[in-house]
């Protein structure tokens, strides 16, 4: 038994707070694995409170199997909920932790059957005698997970099971869950802000951000379209290169795309996506390059569709099976709001921002709670020409093989495939490749 999940419209609200979900409209397929993806305090969690019925719903209305289900008390929603924690009862067995929500359904019905099937199903027979205090986290985590199991639900809903492990039993796991959901055939909403687990385990991935939904879509989709630059900054790793740009098309001569002290000019004839840019003639863009869109070659080599570009290295990250390699190429790069990670300042803007405090930190916050700009257009802050040299902070990532060997300080050709460029406006939206619903040229 496995069911449908349907949000319209939903939002909630924390007294006079913010609001911590806004709006939010999202359909779950019957024994679809859906994934929450978003940094931490986006709201995924509490979306996935509301779908049990632990948080009452402010605004809008919850479907299940296409009724109505915002008044059904959690226990009557037919749901398993694995926690961040594991929530185990450190006085019962292991194997009483799997049979409880069985001895509730009907406490005179025997539960060993049940419970030592689920063991199978999990690996962990011989330890269900023992206590939680007396396992690993691994195991306690497969310990929740077959109390989860056991009841055999319509829904699993799981709020980042597997945050609390090391990567290597991470990783072990993420492989396990996949291979449990797909052979239960149970519909699954999961939240993480992992996108390694995101991107490995869902049939389709929601981002989220600021209690706003920003994307629903394959895998595969959500990183090779995201819908803003948002979506484009949180998915992939390296993070991808974005860069601040001016569009010139000039009637008469070339269109190009200006970096600031350089320029990439596009292929002619112009293909239908690099046409639509002609009408952001004169105004700020931002550029998204990933990683494996450039490499270290010299023009003579260029294939089709690729630009020339130069950039001095100001450092390599060894990664065993490739390495990483940081250039300036004298572009200025754009900043996205609401990441956990951002680019690194310079020292003249670290020490501009030293005095912003805690006002700027609550307007920032504030602004990642509506469905406004979601990225930031730095202003060029004036720097020392000697000053420059030495804080200018690397402007695009370029993914090499291990054995290559570069010195800091040295200058490099480059080459783009404008085939992979991304192309957003000043408010973060995608406008190249073309979005589906907008139309050609000739309409």
Same mark, same amino acid.
């Given at each position: 038994?496995?069911?449908?999940?349907?949000?319209?419209?939903?939002? #909630?609200?924390?007294?006079?707070?913010?609001?911590?979900?806004?709006?939010? /409209?999202?359909?779950?397929?019957?024994?679809?694995?859906?994934?929450?993806?978003?940094?931490?305090?986006?709201? #995924?969690?509490?979306?996935?409170?509301?779908?049990?019925?632990?948080?009452?719903?402010?605004?809008?209305?919850?479907?299940?199997?296409?009724?109505?289900?915002?008044?059904?008390?959690?226990?009557?929603?037919?749901?398993?909920?694995?926690?961040?924690?594991? !929530?185990?009862?450190?006085?019962?067995?292991?194997?009483?932790?799997?049979?409880?929500?069985? #001895?509730?359904?009907?406490?005179?019905?025997?539960?060993?059957?049940?419970?030592?099937?689920?063991?199978?199903?999990?690996?962990?027979?011989?330890?269900?005698?023992?206590?939680?205090?007396?396992?690993?986290?691994?195991?306690?985590?497969?310990? !929740?997970?077959?109390? !989860?199991?056991?009841?055999?639900?319509?829904?699993?809903?799981?709020?980042?099971?597997?945050?609390?492990?090391?990567?290597?039993?991470?990783?072990?796991?993420? !492989?396990?869950?996949?291979?449990?959901?797909?052979?239960?055939?149970?519909?699954?909403?999961?939240?993480?802000?992992?996108?390694?687990?995101?991107?490995?385990?869902?049939?389709?991935?929601?981002?989220?951000?600021?209690?706003?939904?920003?994307?629903? /879509?394959?895998?595969?989709?959500?990183?090779?379209?995201?819908?803003?630059?948002?979506?484009?900054?949180?998915?992939?790793?390296?993070?991808?290169?974005?860069?601040?740009?001016?569009?010139?098309?000039?009637?008469?001569?070339?269109?190009?795309?200006?970096?600031?002290?350089?320029?990439?000019?596009?292929?002619?004839?112009?293909?239908?996506?690099?046409?639509?840019?002609?009408?952001?003639?004169?105004?700020?863009?931002?550029?998204?390059?990933?990683?494996?869109?450039?490499?270290?070659?010299?023009?003579?080599?260029?294939?089709?569709?690729?630009?020339?570009?130069?950039?001095?290295?100001?450092?390599?990250?060894?990664?065993?099976?490739?390495?990483?390699?940081?250039?300036?190429?004298?572009?200025?790069?754009?900043?996205?709001?609401?990441?956990?990670?951002?680019?690194?300042?310079?020292?003249?803007?670290?020490?501009?921002?030293?005095?912003?405090?805690?006002?700027?930190?609550?307007?920032?916050?504030?602004?990642?709670?509506?469905?406004?700009?979601?990225?930031?257009?730095?202003?060029?802050?004036?720097?020392?020409?000697?000053?420059?040299?030495?804080?200018?902070? /690397?402007?695009?990532?370029?993914?090499?093989?291990?054995?290559?060997?570069?010195?800091?300080?040295?200058?490099?050709?480059?080459?783009?495939?404008?085939?992979?460029?991304?192309?957003?406006?000043?408010?973060?939206?995608?406008?190249?490749?073309?979005?589906?619903?907008?139309?050609?040229?000739?309409?």
């Amino acid at each position: 038994m496995t069911r449908a999940i349907a949000l319209h419209n939903v939002s #909630k609200r924390y007294g006079r707070a913010p609001r911590a979900v806004d709006n939010f /409209s999202l359909g779950v397929r019957p024994g679809e694995f859906l994934v929450l993806l978003g940094p931490s305090g986006c709201g #995924k969690s509490t979306v996935l409170r509301m779908i049990a019925g632990l948080e009452d719903i402010t605004e809008g209305e919850l479907l299940l199997d296409g009724e109505y289900a915002n008044d059904i008390p959690p226990r009557e929603r037919d749901m398993a909920m694995v926690f961040q924690n594991f !929530a185990l009862y450190p006085s019962m067995t292991n194997r009483e932790n799997i049979g409880f929500p069985l #001895k509730l359904e009907n406490p005179r019905a025997d539960r060993n059957p049940r419970v030592e099937a689920t063991a199978r199903m999990l690996g962990i027979e011989d330890i269900l005698d023992r206590f939680p205090a007396q396992l690993s986290g691994g195991e306690r985590q497969r310990v !929740a997970m077959g109390r !989860a199991i056991s009841r055999r639900p319509s829904v699993f809903l799981m709020d980042e099971p597997l945050s609390n492990l090391d990567a290597k039993l991470r990783n072990h796991l993420r !492989a396990e869950i996949a291979r449990l959901t797909a052979e239960l055939g149970v519909t699954t909403v999961y939240v993480t802000h992992d996108q390694a687990e995101a991107m490995s385990l869902g049939d389709r991935v929601a981002v989220m951000r600021g209690g706003v939904l920003q994307q629903v /879509s394959s895998p595969r989709d959500t990183y090779a379209l995201p819908a803003n630059v948002f979506v484009a900054a949180f998915i992939g790793t390296p993070r991808i290169n974005l860069l601040q740009a001016v569009v010139h098309a000039p009637l008469d001569g070339r269109m190009s795309i200006d970096l600031g002290r350089q320029r990439l000019p596009l292929p002619e004839p112009l293909s239908p996506d690099h046409q639509l840019l002609r009408i952001q003639q004169g105004r700020q863009i931002i550029v998204g390059l990933r990683s494996e869109a450039a490499r270290i070659a010299p023009p003579s080599q260029a294939r089709p569709g690729e630009v020339a570009l130069t950039g001095i290295v100001e450092h390599m990250e060894y990664q065993g099976h490739e390495a990483l390699v940081h250039f300036n190429t004298g572009s200025r790069p754009a900043v996205v709001a609401d990441l956990e990670s951002p680019r690194p300042q310079t020292a003249v803007r670290r020490r501009r921002n030293a005095g912003a405090g805690v006002l700027t930190r609550l307007k920032d916050r504030a602004m990642a709670q509506v469905a406004g700009p979601v990225a930031v257009l730095d202003d060029p802050v004036p720097e020392p020409a000697h000053e420059s040299r030495i804080t200018a902070p /690397s402007d695009l990532v370029v993914r090499t093989g291990p054995d290559l060997r570069l010195r800091a300080g040295a200058q490099v050709p480059l080459l783009v495939d404008l085939a992979h460029l991304y192309v957003f406006d000043h408010q973060g939206r995608r406008i190249c490749p073309a979005p589906m619903d907008v139309p050609g040229l000739d309409a």
